[in-house]
Nanobody, 129 residues
Framework: QVQLVESGGGSVQAGGSLRLSCVASGHIYSDDCMGWFRQAPEKKREEREGVAAISPGGGSTDYADSVKGRFTISRDNAKNTLDLQINSLKPEDTGMYYC???????????????????WGQGTQVTVSS
């Protein structure tokens, strides 16, 4: 069993920054693809948006077009942590942010929520204009 716990969310003004963190415990393997997703208030789980993913060794990252240049994903396998640095926040970035782990490689479908077997409870990010 894998447990993921996110932290770092909050309420900020547009243009601000946040750093989200996720701590993993349980049977996390170094070859797991890790990702961050977000879910807007009116959206269903199936509509979660993949914002970033990182390969097991951290050498490869993927980002949604809407966040490229503003979000940076990183991981520390020795500490079982996953971070998301968010800069230049916009109101449309508002949502619940989830950390997720997949036993499959990231691949071209990294942003598909159904590829991830393990999820955290989420941390809320609210951006005001």
């Amino acid at each position: 069993q894998v447990q993921l716990v996110e932290s770092g969310g909050g309420s900020v003004q547009a243009g601000g920054s946040l750093r989200l963190s996720c701590v993993a415990s349980g049977h996390i393997y170094s070859d797991d693809c890790m990702g961050w997703f977000r879910q807007a208030p009116e959206k269903k789980r199936e509509e979660r948006e993949g914002v970033a993913a990182i390969s097991p060794g951290g050498g490869s990252t993927d980002y949604a077009d809407s966040v490229k240049g503003r979000f940076t994903i990183s991981r520390d396998n020795a500490k079982n942590t996953l971070d998301l640095q968010i800069n230049s926040l916009k109101p449309e970035d508002t949502g619940m942010y989830y950390c997720a782990a997949s036993r499959w490689s990231c691949g071209s479908t990294w942003a598909a929520w159904w590829r991830y077997q393990f999820w955290g409870q989420g941390t809320q990010v609210t951006v005001s204009s």
